[in-house]
């Protein structure tokens, strides 16, 4: 591995919580990653919008009964924030789709993600969970 390469990647700070499947722990999701966000000193947007997004898709899409999601932000030495959420409904990956043709209420989370986040995917695992990503390269943003 280049050492460069690793050194870009090396955590500057990090930040991991599970969270409730409820409504809830949705919304904590976001407020715990604004307090985090502002006591590192970085910008809150469009950070907690992809939070708020994933949280909720966690909720929503990814919920088992009696089971968690997780939240994870880090910052690396290069000025990236990865924002991370972890279901346990790793047999139900997100796709990205065009907008809904009509006025709706909901099936606009990923477009926003993908809106906001300078990149975004998804990971299996750690099984049987799934892991959707997102990143905000913070020096074009600040």
Known sequence: MNRGI???????????????STRRGARLARLLATEQLEAWG????????????????????????????????????????????ADP?????PVARDAPPE???????????????DRWGVLPGPFPCKTVWAEVELRLRR
């Open 103 to 117: 006025p709706a209420e909901s099936g606009y989370g990923l477009l926003l993600v993908e809106e906001s986040a």
């Open 42 to 85: 970085l910008p809150l947007d469009p950070a907690r919008l992809i939070v708020a997004e994933l949280a909720t898709n966690a909720v929503v899409h990814g919920r088992v009964p009696g089971r968690s999601f997780r939240l994870g932000l880090t910052v690396t030495v290069d000025e990236v924030l990865r924002v991370e959420v």
């Open 6 to 20: 690793a050194a870009l990647r090396t955590p500057l700070h990090q930040f991991t919580v599970p969270l409730s």
């Open 89 to 93: 409904r790793g047999e139900s990956v």
